[in-house]
Each structure stands twice: as structure tokens, then as C-alpha cells.
């Protein structure tokens, strides 16, 4: 089992550029969701996934859009990149025993 | 805004020592209590998951309790050892919503 996998690890972005962030894990897990992670703020959820098909925001869900493809995949989605959005992105999956999984990070910059 | 609130912040110690620290969350509402260990440059692994009132973990050298009707959690790490360098997590689930809402962490050095 890879677990969470996400891409890109690293990306460099100019305001106003839009990417998606992708994470996709083969647990299968019902529940999936995306934070970031700033210094001093710990991880903050920006949007989650209780099951193929529903999506729900968190604290911070502004300037993003999620998409759950199936029921392995969650993306992340910036429309137009601001550098407020720079930050280290993580996406998790919970299975029965209530433990989140994690995936290693996407390192973004927003120029 | 729910808040979980964690202290200290940051925690240098020398290795063999043995510490603890903190985690304060609401007492309404609450469905687990999550500890994650959080190495640099690595994802959050998953500790402890827990439910219920006066629950006791523990996992080798690392143990932790819980009082959800006063709203806390300490994390105990015995004989302290370098490798236990991380930040430490704890997050709350409240109702059913299957959100966690985590702490900003507190740093452990250990010194060899």
C-alpha cells in the first residue's frame, strides 16, 4: 500500500496562476481532507470529504475549490494564486479506527 | 471557533529526562481526542486515538491520559531519548462531523 500519495511536492506559482494540488490513497478510506500548515498555526483544515460525492468546507476554505473524484481521490484546487496562499499543504484520509493518515506535503509558493 | 490550545509551546530537555505536556480542548460536544508525532520534514503520524473519559494510552515509552469532562489530555514521554525530537499534536473531534481541529503543537528537543 503507497497510503497517501500527493503531487506535485514542490510548486512555484505567480499571483494569479490557478494549479491543483492531487492525493489520491488506497485505503479505502471514506473520509478525506486538505490543511495547510503555517508557522505558528499549525494545521488548519481547509476543506474535507466524508464520502465520494460530498464535499464540506473548514476554517480556511477561501480562495480554494475541491473536487472528490472517486473515492480515492481528493484535489485541491487554487484559481488564482495569491501569496497569502504560500504554505506547506496536506492531505489525509481516515479509515474506520479514526486515525488520519497523511500524505508527505506539497511546499508551495505563491511570487 | 472551538480551540485547542497546547503548552508549552516548546520543551528542551536532556535525554533520560522524563516530561509532559498539554493539550486543552471544549468539554461539550467532544468524540475523540487525537495525539500525532510530527517529525521535520515528514508527514504527522498517529499516536493515540482517543474516546473515552479517564481513557489511558500507551505506546513504549509514550503514554497518554484523558479528561474529557474538565476538557484536557497530557502526553507523557518517559527516559526521553533524541529520537523523540518532534513536534507533538493534538487534535479535537467533536460531535460526529469527523472534522479535527489541531493544536499548534509542542516542540520537543531532546538533548543527547
New interface residues.
Partial sequence: NAG?TQTPKFQVLKTGQSMTLQCAQDMNHN?M?W?RQDP??????IY?S?SEGTT?K??VPNGYNVSRLNKREFSLRLESAAPSQTSVY?CAS?GQ?????????TRLTVL | ILNVEQSPQSLHVQEGDSTNFTCSFPSSNFY?L?W?RWETA?????LF?M?LNGDEKKKGRISATLNTKEGYSYLYIKGSQPEDSATY?C?F?GGNT????????TTLQVKP
Fill in positions: 497517501v473520509s481532507y490543511y505558528g498555526m499549525g494545521l488548519r483544515l474535507y466524508a464540506d473548514g476554517e496536506f481516515t479506527g479514526n486515525e488520519q493518515f497523511f500524505g508527505p506535503g | 475523540a487525537h500525532y515528514k508527514s504527522p503520524e498517529a486515538v474516546t499534536l487534535a473531534r469527523g472534522k479535527l481541529i489541531f493544536g499548534q503543537g
